[in-house]
């Protein structure tokens, strides 16, 4: 199965011909990943449960325990993550005012282990 490739915060992503590019594997995973975690909370009405809303967080003060439980519990529901493989969800701020997400999965569809960091 392949999906539209799309970069969080920007528009479609083209092909190499020009076309709008298609995305599979391990990649598409990232990406719907990248997209459940930038989703706010409550944003699709039928899927009230979607979305960690973590843009939202940003400029306000950093519960750890808090962003870790709401991260684990997005990547949880995400079909493109292996749930028999463990998940690690790491927040710190190495710096005064930042703060650095790291997820490690399990990709469902090839079994390799992907590693995902963000940083506010």
């Known amino acids: 199965m392949s999906a539209l490739s799309?970069?969080?915060g920007g528009d479609l992503d083209l092909s190499a011909t020009g076309g709008v590019a298609v995305v599979t594997?391990?990649?598409q995973t990232r990406?719907?990943?990248l997209r459940r975690l930038c989703t706010g909370t409550g944003a699709?009405?039928?899927q009230p449960g979607y979305g960690a809303g973590l843009p939202a967080r940003v400029g306000g003060v950093m519960d750890e325990g808090a962003?870790?439980?709401l991260v684990l519990e997005q990547m949880q529901?995400?079909?493109g993550v292996d749930q028999t493989r463990a998940i690690t969800v790491s927040v710190t701020s190495p710096k005064t005012g930042a703060c650095l997400l790291a997820i490690?999965?399990?990709d469902a569809r090839s079994g390799a282990v992907q590693e995902l960091a963000l940083t506010a």
């Open 6 to 8: 799309h970069t969080m």
């Open 25 to 27: 594997g391990a990649e």
């Open 31 to 33: 990406q719907a990943l």
């Open 44 to 46: 699709y009405i039928w």
């Open 67 to 69: 962003i870790r439980a």
């Open 77 to 79: 529901a995400d079909a």
């Open 104 to 106: 490690s999965y399990t």
